[in-house]
Antibody
């Protein structure tokens, strides 16, 4: 069974760093790209970008380029989303999703990680 | 960026009645490989989004056949033939042909 499991909710202060995780199981992890999607409170879905765990190649959406970093540890089939200096505006639910096909079918989604940034 | 525009913003439907959601893209989603990379997702209250339809009209595994997708180029439609209580939530279209990947603003469906 394909499963995508994300790490739990986080609370941080502005300026702090954070790394959240997304573990895939039930499929060959390195054979599928991973996408990260943001949902700010009460708002719609925004794609931060997509990431290839096989070679760590990333395509960041322009709005998020330089704001976040994607990474992977293939030994534990886990992808990561990282911030070096959080802002209050980063407060949101973050989803990771498996990507199937060459043109971005987001087929299996994690349960989401709520990130709250507040002083 | 490709802009995805959904209408209506919200829809209130009597159970058993049909519902229809429109999605328009600012550029054609037809690829030279002949496929069109338009997807539909449903986010039920308190849940993650789930894939309903891929490549305009193919239902994802486990999706009931009351859901259907149609359209071409820049104009697309999601139809629910007979709405059930479990269909409430926000529906999003998404284009996957070009980065950055973009979503429509969402259509909230509830039950009358």
């Amino acid at each position: 069974e394909v499963q995508v499991m994300q790490s739990g909710a986080e609370v941080r202060k502005p300026g702090e760093s954070l790394k959240i995780s997304c573990k895939g199981s039930g499929f060959t992890f390195a054979s599928y790209w991973i996408a990260w999607v943001r949902q700010m409170p009460g708002k719609g879905l925004e794609c931060l970008g997509v990431f290839n765990p096989a070679d760590s190649y990333a395509i960041y959406s322009p709005s998020f380029q330089g704001q976040v970093t994607f990474s992977v540890d293939k030994s534990v089939t886990t992808a990561y989303l990282e911030w070096s200096s959080l802002k209050a505006s980063d407060t949101a639910m973050y989803y990771c999703t498996r990507v199937t096909g060459a043109y971005n079918r987001f087929d299996y989604w994690g349960q989401g990680t709520l990130v709250t940034v507040s002083s | 960026d490709i802009v995805m525009t959904q209408t209506p913003l919200s829809l209130s439907v009597t159970p058993g009645q049909p519902a229809s959601i429109s999605c328009k893209s600012s550029q054609s989603l037809l690829h030279s490989d002949g496929k069109t990379y338009l997807y539909w997702y449903l986010q039920k209250p308190g849940q993650s989004p789930q894939l309903l339809i891929y490549e305009v009209s193919s239902r994802f595994s486990g999706v009931p056949d009351r859901f259907s997708g149609s359209g071409s180029g820049t104009d697309f439609t999601l139809k629910i033939s007979r709405v059930e209580a479990e269909d409430v939530g926000v529906y999003y279209c998404m284009q996957g042909i070009q980065h950055p990947i973009t979503f429509g603003g969402g259509t909230k469906v509830d039950i009358k």
